[in-house]
């Protein structure tokens, strides 16, 4: 088991893969004390048997860069295959600026592949490699050096597995013509934005049981401050204080030091200091909101008028497409999707792209009264009116 340790090495290593049609990847990394993931490792393989063309590269080493593997990443003649890779590409977006192209993740493919939805990847590896895993150090300590042969050998098979896999299921894409499938679905993953979290935007996050929209505005400058605080001093934002002291602190609206005493559910840490400063000048800044600024809840979904045969007749028509596709229910339409075309919306992402051809145009249909659902047996058959 190799492991790379100077730029020379990996730029050998990216050399001889950009040869190649793909390579696969992989990350690990700690998060639970920072804001931001701090990488340890990097695994690596391009088409070969066993470890064979496979590598591990360490970024801690001191004088190693990782611009080989970054030009690698922008190399569009090389596919570049992940397995669930938001968190990887949020690690090589926020440290690099680069989101590798073109991509592929297995979990998206494996779920429009029939494989059910957000599908492990040990599963896969059963299921497709024919392979177990030994998952006995994934809670380790990846920041830790030296590695242990344990370590070295459940990182590598990240890689070695993920060649049989890809070549599998980009096989099964391109035999069901479902390959623009998963481009739709890697929309997301390769949008910059995606990993881009803004403080004033953070208040979306928080889950309220009020939708008042002064309440809303403490909300609003409490998450930015939190969000602010986290990302300059790369700490987790549980660590500044967590969501439930947050709405324990918009519906108090403590303006003193002796305020902030009472709270119950603020850490010790929060009650003094810059934390607290900053704690009551966003709620001061909430309170002194401009009517005209303050935020407008989405009360859209509180008045839907949900017609409830229609929805359920949407959920039969839905499971008939899910037998005939393969691919999981929740992954074409959520049950949020199905009230909201019962209650007469269309603007469901269960109507766009290849969701509207498996599901959509029949559902649209149902819905309009232009076709009716019969059982056959054990089978639901659409019938045209």
Known sequence: MKTITSTEDLAAFCSEAATAPYVTVDTEFLRERTYYSKLCLIQLAYP???????????????????????????????????HAARQDLEIFFIDHGVIPDPLFDTQVAAMVCGFGEQVGYETLVKRIAKQGLDKSSRFTDWSRRPLTDAQKKYA?????????????????????????????????????????????????RVKTRSSSPRFLALV?????????????????????????????????????????GRSRLLLREARKGPIAEGILAAIKAGLECPKEELPKPDTSKDQLQVNPALADLLRVLLKARTEASGVAARLIA????????????????????????????????????????????????????
């Not at 801690?60 to 003649?77: I, K, M, V, W, Y």
């Not at 299921?169 to 910059?192: I, K, M, N, Q």
């Not at 049950?335 to 269960?350: I, Y």
């Not at 498996?358 to 009716?372: K, N, Q, S």
């Open 220 to 260: 609003r400058e409490l998450a930015a401050f939190r969000e602010d605080y986290a990302q300059s001093r790369n700490i987790p934002r549980n660590r500044v204080f967590k969501d439930d002291a947050l709405t324990e602190l918009a519906s108090t609206k403590p303006v003193t030091m002796e305020d902030l």
């Open 334 to 385: 959520p049950a949020a999707d199905l009230d909201a075309m019962a209650a007469g919306l269309r603007d469901v992402k269960a109507l766009t792209g290849w969701r509207r051809e498996v599901f959509g145009e029949d559902a649209l249909r149902l819905c309009e009264g232009r076709i009716g659902l019969a059982v056959k047996g054990r089978d639901v058959e659409v019938i045209e009116i």
């Open 48 to 82: 070969g048997q066993g470890d064979e063309n496979a590598v591990l590269v360490d970024p801690l080493a001191g004088n190693l860069s990782l611009e080989p593997l970054l030009q690698l990443f922008r190399n569009t003649d090389v596919v570049k295959v992940f």
């Open 156 to 204: 590598l098979a990240d890689v070695t597995h993920l060649r049989v896999i890809y070549e599998y299921l980009a096989a099964e894409l391109e035999r069901t013509g479902r390959a623009r499938w998963v481009a739709e679905e890697l929309g997301v993953l390769t949008d910059p934005e995606t990993y881009i979290t803004r403080p004033e935007d953070a208040w979306q």
